[in-house]
């Protein structure tokens, strides 16, 4: 599986972002795919994830600011970004886990800055 991501960039604080992911490669059904990020010398969070039913899963942090969407179709997930703070800063990994195997993207920054 491979993932392509993109969207990422600067923003000042209040504003939005989307990102995008598109997975490839061999795919399986009822993976979940979506959204984590990571700043320097912090574990990797959750952020958002999405099942193929869609069944969603949000980080506490991001709650009613992001919003996750899937188009099964295209193999894509979008994550929506809303009232970005300047905590929201980080790298943002696309995943796509199956079973117990788990794939991430490159990571695309987000910089939330006035």
């Known amino acids: 599986v491979q993932l392509q991501a993109s969207g990422g960039g600067s923003v000042q604080p209040g504003g939005s972002l989307t990102l995008s992911c598109v997975a490839s490669g061999r795919l399986y059904s009822d993976a979940v795919m979506g959204w984590y990020r990571q700043t320097p010398g912090s574990v990797r969070e959750l952020v958002a994830v999405?099942?193929?039913?869609?069944?969603?899963n949000y980080g506490e942090p991001v709650k009613g600011r992001f919003s996750i969407s899937r188009d099964i179709a295209k193999n894509t997930v979008t994550l929506t970004m809303n009232s970005l703070k300047r905590e929201d800063t980080a790298v943002y990994y696309c995943?796509?886990?199956?079973?117990?195997?788990?794939?991430w993207g490159q990571g695309t920054l987000v910089t939330v800055s006035s």
């Open positions: 995943s796509y886990v199956f079973s117990a195997e788990v794939f």
């Open positions: 999405m099942s193929e039913s869609g069944n969603t």
